[in-house]
C-alpha cells in the first residue's frame, strides 16, 4: 500500500461490507418519558421518497417495493408537495370503493384518486414536537384517526414538512400496538357505532 502524505493509509475493503443508509439505522427502543423527537423521522437525515399525482396504483407499489416504504408523498406537476399515499391506500378498500363511484378500472386510479390531500392531514410544529415527549406523541396519533402526523417548521417565511410521525414506528420503538381512535364522521357512522 502507499502512504499519503497526510498520514491516510487505504487498506483493502472487507468482504461483506455493507452500505450504511438512514434506513439501516437502527430505531432504537423507548420510554413514555423519553422525548418525542426520538420516535420521529426526521427529513433531514431520512430521504423522503416522492411519486407524482398521476402515477397509477402499480407504479406506486412498484416505487414502494423498491425504496422499502409503506408511505409516499405525492406531488403535483410543478413538484409542490399535495398529498401523501400509504400502502394500505392502495392495498385496501379505497381503489374498489374509487371505481364503484367513479367508473373506469383499478388501471384507471392514480395518486390523485387515492392520496390524503394535505388539507386532511394535520401537523405538530417542530418547537412543539422539541419540547414534547413520546407519551404526548402516542396521545396526539391516537386522537388524529390517522396513521401518520406531519411536523412542520417554518424557516423565515418557507414552511417545511421537516418529519413525520408514524403509528407503526412508535409502536415498534415503544413496544406497544397503538390503535388511532375511531372518531365517527358522521351521523349514520355513530349510529352505526352505538349500536
Given amino acids: 500500500m502507499v502512504a499519503f502524505e497526510r498520514g491516510i493509509h ?27 423527537r426520538d420516535v420521529m423521522t426526521d427529513l433531514r437525515t431520512v430521504t423522503p421518497f416522492q411519486i407524482e399525482s398521476s402515477a397509477s396504483i402499480e407504479e406506486i407499489n412498484s416505487k414502494m417495493i423498491a425504496c422499502g416504504v409503506r408511505l409516499l408523498f405525492v406531488n403535483d406537476l410543478d413538484k409542490h408537495l399535495i398529498g401523501l399515499i400509504t400502502a394500505t391506500d392502495i392495498l385496501g378498500e379505497k381503489p374498489l370503493l374509487h371505481v364503484t363511484h367513479n367508473g373506469g378500472t383499478r388501471e384507471d386510479i392514480t395518486a390523485h384518486d387515492l392520496m390524503t390531500p394535505l388539507n ?11 419540547n414534547s415527549q413520546v407519551s404526548d406523541i402516542v396521545d396526539a396519533l391516537k386522537d388524529c384517526r390517522r396513521h401518520h402526523m406531519l411536523v412542520l417548521e417554518n424557516r423565515d417565511d ?26 365517527a364522521e358522521s351521523f349514520a357512522q355513530l349510529n352505526k357505532a352505538l349500536a
Fill in 10 to 36: 487505504p487498506q483493502a475493503v472487507p468482504a461483506g461490507v455493507t452500505l450504511f443508509t438512514p434506513a439501516h439505522a437502527a430505531q432504537k427502543n423507548v420510554k413514555e418519558n423519553d422525548p418525542a
Fill in 120 to 130: 386532511k392531514l394535520e401537523g405538530i410544529p417542530l418547537s412543539q414536537v422539541l
Fill in 158 to 183: 418557507d414552511k417545511f414538512v421537516r418529519g413525520l410521525f408514524s403509528v407503526t414506528q412508535v409502536s415498534r420503538q415503544l413496544g406497544i400496538e397503538i390503535t388511532p381512535s375511531e372518531r
